[in-house]
């Protein structure tokens, strides 16, 4: 289709492979990730925000910092055992030492005791003292974290934005997983069928039934939810995780009212994101919200929508008449023998209109015509209210029905950046970045099942995660500036806001 800015798909045998390969520079050993997080200074500002121990509890000997440390190792090592077991270690041990004296100070690393906590100290600093504040320490991170990506170089304040083609650094990438619960059991009693006698077995109290890849084939799936957010540019381990939330319903839905939440909370803290690329749980009434928050929603079209009428055009002697096909209009145009079919019309600009509360989108249609093109403007993304400002009839000159007023769910069959499209193609592979988040997540568990019993303790789980992530990626960026030797954010045009400005 020519002029059209979103270009037409490419068939899939023409696109390109997205196998991801890792650099050598990307390639991290177990020994280097510990050290990583050792070293990773957002660690040492969040164990600030914790109690003392002997307010809690806790023997006084270690400070809440040898716990948080000691927790971050935990999806590192794949489990407490494992993580108790390295820090006890001579070697890392030291390493702690000299770690926290260089980041916290002498006088701290000279209180540290010569030994670390054993695994049953640290499931009771878990329990009396890093449970309780996980909401706090949740809260702290996501400050942190947006700083690491805005130094990062990710979500760059002012930077060109080209809103049919936005940057990969430009756009936030989300998605839920489900881990499965640390046990199989669903009641905490059985009867053995062989013996009759009654069996005891240890239930997570957080897990229930969820179904994934909601929309095709529901896969049932029994754990925790958790969704993420994160950004990157190129690069596997400079990945920077926004945020996480717990999905507490069973239901689709549940999960996309979540990540809307999320999103439209961390675009106010990253002027430079332009949008969010999702998966198909993201429905109308969700892209909704996020356009009028002056976000791209970048993602499949759900597989109920069908086409529809839109309006018929008449211009003079002619009249278009104009569909809803694919997340975008297009044509209805009579063949010979009777039938018809949906021609895409080309779109030359996604316009995008900031508001004082909300935003407004439009496609800017060229269509297509003998007698010469007719330019026409479409609001798409947004399914208007009568509590929006009324648009007046261009004719007529009265107020306009709005799309919920005339049954027209807008915000569902007319899409920003329409799926059949090559921009389409190039943007929502990023998101199987998320899948990534989740592929590593999985690796970070022993057996692959969860490692805490109920919701407090997998909180701690779930936060030493992404801190153990974004402390490798803080890594891999300060050794890209040292081995590049330029300032932080250079080779992204203007030179981001750092921590601290
Ligand atoms: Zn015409």
Redesign the pocket.
């Known amino acids: 289709m020519p002029d059209d800015i979103f270009g037409d798909p490419l068939p899939p045998e023409q696109r390109p492979a997205r196998k991801r390969q890792l650099t050598d520079r990307d390639q991290r050993t177990r020994l280097q990730r510990i050290e990583d997080c050792l070293d990773y200074p957002m660690i040492y500002e969040l164990a600030e925000h914790l109690p003392a121990p002997h307010q809690v509890g806790c023997p006084p000997q270690y400070p809440p910092l040898v716990y948080l440390l000691l927790a971050s190792l935990m999806p590192v090592t794949g489990s407490k055992r494992s993580a108790a077991a390295h820090l006890s270690s001579d070697l890392l041990w030291r390493r702690l030492h000299t770690a926290v004296r260089r980041h916290a100070g002498r006088l701290a690393a000279a209180r540290l005791p010569d030994t670390a906590p054993s695994r049953g100290q640290y499931l009771y600093a878990e329990h009396h003292l890093l449970a309780p504040a996980t909401d706090l320490l949740t809260d702290v991170f996501e400050h942190h974290a947006v700083r690491q990506a805005l130094a990062q170089g990710l979500f760059p304040p002012t930077a060109v934005r080209t809103w049919a083609r936005p940057q990969r650094r430009q756009l936030i990438v989300g998605d839920a997983t489900v881990p499965k619960a640390p046990s199989k059991a669903e009641h905490p009693t059985t009867l053995d069928p062989a013996t009759g006698r009654l069996l005891r077995h240890r239930v997570d109290p957080a897990a229930r039934l969820y179904y994934e890849n909601g929309e095709t084939r529901p896969r049932p799936a029994r754990g925790t939810k958790w969704f993420f957010a994160s950004g990157r540019d190129d690069g596997y381990w400079r990945r920077v995780i926004l945020t996480y939330a717990h999905v507490a319903g069973g239901a689709y839905e549940d999960e996309a009212a979540v990540a809307v939440r999320s999103f439209t909370t961390l675009a106010t803290r990253l002027p430079g994101c332009m949008g969010v690329v999702y998966d198909g749980a993201l429905r109308g009434v969700h892209r909704d919200t996020l356009a009028r928050a002056g976000l791209l929603a970048i993602n499949k079209q759900h597989g109920s929508v069908r086409p529809m009428a839109y309006e018929l055009l008449r211009?003079g002697a002619?009249r278009?008449d104009l569909w809803c096909d694919q997340g975008r209009i297009a044509e209805r145009l009579l063949l010979d023998d009777g039938t018809s079919v949906l021609r895409p019309v080309p779109v030359t600009r996604l316009e995008h209109r900031p508001g004082r509360t909300r935003s407004r989108w439009y496609h800017l249609l060229d269509?297509p015509?003998r007698?010469g093109n007719?330019p026409h403007r479409v609001p798409v993304a947004i399914t208007t209210t009568p509590a929006d400002r009324a648009v007046r009839d261009t004719v007529t000159g009265r107020r306009a029905r709005s799309d919920t007023e005339r049954g027209f769910h807008r915000a569902e069959h007319l899409q920003q950046i329409p799926e059949p499209t090559l921009a389409h193609q190039h943007l929502y592979p990023w998101r199987a970045d998320s899948e990534s988040v989740h592929n590593q997540f999985d690796q970070s568990l022993w057996n692959q099942r969860m490692i805490s019993y109920g919701l407090d303790r997998q909180k701690v789980f779930v936060l030493a995660f992404a801190l153990a992530h974004n402390a490798t990626s803080h890594r891999i960026f300060q050794n890209d500036r040292i081995h590049s030797r330029v300032p932080s954010g250079a080779g992204h045009g203007p030179a981001p806001a750092g921590p601290g400005t």
């Open positions: 211009f002619c278009h269509i015509c007698r007719h």
